[in-house]
């Protein structure tokens, strides 16, 4: 099967991804394992897994040194830029690709399995969705065109930290909030806990050049839900208001576990100044389409 699509991986050495990788069947994608320490992992042999040289320090600070000095990653149509304690079937991530070129995605992610630890709600798995067209795509798990990540590579730049923070709230606004999404249909389940810092120095740190990103740009998180795509991968004819039922109704899971995500959800979905026209998926530059 031809590689159109990528994976860059940051890895160390308890790296889930020689899980992902199924040697008796075609893939989709070239794996580029781009490692943070040395690794002793099988996966040298497997056709199609490219393991670069080890470039030390965090996720986001190591990959914008390898995108900006190798540039074999513009020969693919998508990359995707997960994190490396992720558990994802292969054809999960062959579905995923596939899904991402058929909606026109420039941003988008796989939502998370419901037995994920998680962040942001938005992020988890919408049980009456297939995909979701949203204003948040977490830094997490990022998949971009090639067109996206051209445009948005000049932007790690602003992370000194290199961990990320607040840059997922930056691209969503520098593509104006358009071809993005979340792919329900092909969950991965994140292993490990989320936010954890070795010291409460490197959190401040992280957390002060989130809050510096987003208010230089003057962006924020925006978790609205504009679509939910259906089983003929066309967007849903849903008024407001009945978007968010389905999308309550699929996240329902979350809300029993924990209540307090049903308010989170509904100020997410409110009608506000400046969201009066949805951005869709395949919808010209410029332009918007209008939901009922």
Same mark, same amino acid.
């Given at each position: 099967? $031809?590689?159109?699509?990528?994976?860059? %991986?940051?890895?160390?050495?308890?790296?889930?991804?020689?899980?992902?990788?199924?040697?008796? +069947? *075609?893939?989709?994608?070239?794996?580029? !394992?781009?490692? /943070?320490?040395?690794?002793?992992?099988?996966?040298?042999?497997?056709?199609?897994?490219?393991?670069?040289?080890?470039? *030390?320090?965090?996720?986001?600070?190591?990959?914008?040194?390898?995108?900006?000095?190798?540039?074999?990653?513009?020969?693919?149509?998508?990359?995707?830029?997960?994190?490396?304690?992720? =558990?994802?079937? #292969?054809?999960?991530? &062959?579905?995923?690709?596939?899904?991402?070129?058929?909606?026109?995605?420039?941003?988008? @992610?796989?939502?998370?399995?419901?037995?994920? /630890?998680?962040?942001? /709600?938005?992020?988890?798995?919408?049980? +009456?969705?297939?995909?979701?067209?949203?204003? =948040?795509?977490?830094?997490?798990?990022?998949?971009?065109?090639?067109?996206?990540?051209?445009?948005?590579?000049?932007?790690?730049?602003?992370?000194?930290?290199?961990?990320?923070?607040?840059?997922?709230?930056?691209?969503?606004?520098?593509?104006?909030?358009?071809?993005?999404?979340?792919?329900? &249909?092909? *969950?991965?389940?994140?292993?490990?806990?989320?936010?954890? =810092?070795?010291?409460?120095?490197?959190?401040?740190?992280?957390?002060?050049?989130?809050?510096?990103?987003?208010?230089?740009? &003057?962006?924020? #998180?925006?978790?609205?839900? =504009?679509?939910?795509?259906?089983?003929?991968? #066309?967007? %849903?004819?849903?008024?407001?208001?009945?978007?968010?039922?389905?999308?309550?109704?699929?996240?329902?899971?979350?809300? &029993? @576990?924990?209540?307090?995500?049903?308010?989170?959800? !509904? $100020?997410? #979905?409110?009608?506000?100044?400046?969201?009066?026209?949805?951005?869709?998926?395949?919808?010209?530059?410029?332009?918007?389409?209008?939901?009922?």
């Amino acid at each position: 099967m $031809e590689h159109r699509h990528l994976v860059i %991986l940051r890895a160390g050495r308890n790296s889930l991804h020689p899980t992902w990788l199924d040697a008796s +069947r *075609p893939r989709n994608w070239a794996l580029y !394992v781009c490692p /943070y320490q040395p690794l002793q992992l099988p996966t040298d042999s497997v056709a199609g897994v490219t393991v670069g040289d080890v470039i *030390p320090g965090p996720k986001w600070s190591g990959l914008r040194t390898l995108l900006e000095s190798w540039s074999g990653w513009r020969g693919y149509d998508y990359v995707w830029l997960p994190d490396d304690d992720v =558990f994802a079937p #292969q054809s999960s991530i &062959d579905r995923m690709f596939e899904l991402a070129r058929a909606l026109s995605l420039d941003l988008c @992610a796989p939502a998370l399995h419901e037995a994920s /630890y998680y962040a942001h /709600y938005s992020t988890m798995r919408n049980r +009456r969705c297939i995909a979701r067209l949203t204003g =948040f795509v977490e830094i997490m798990l990022p998949c971009f065109s090639r067109g996206a990540l051209e445009k948005l590579l000049p932007t790690l730049a602003s992370t000194s930290t290199g961990w990320g923070w607040g840059l997922d709230s930056l691209w969503p606004k520098m593509l104006e909030y358009r071809n993005l999404g979340v792919i329900d &249909d092909t *969950p991965v389940l994140h292993t490990r806990p989320v936010g954890g =810092f070795r010291d409460a120095e490197l959190g401040r740190r992280v957390l002060d050049e989130s809050d510096r990103i987003m208010a230089d740009n &003057d962006c924020r #998180q925006v978790h609205t839900t =504009f679509a939910a795509i259906g089983t003929d991968l #066309q967007p %849903l004819a849903l008024s407001p208001e009945a978007l968010a039922a389905r999308l309550v109704d699929g996240w329902r899971y979350l809300i &029993d @576990a924990n209540p307090s995500v049903l308010p989170w959800i !509904v $100020e997410a #979905q409110r009608p506000a100044a400046g969201w009066g026209a949805y951005p869709v998926a395949g919808t010209p530059a410029g332009g918007t389409r209008h939901l009922p």
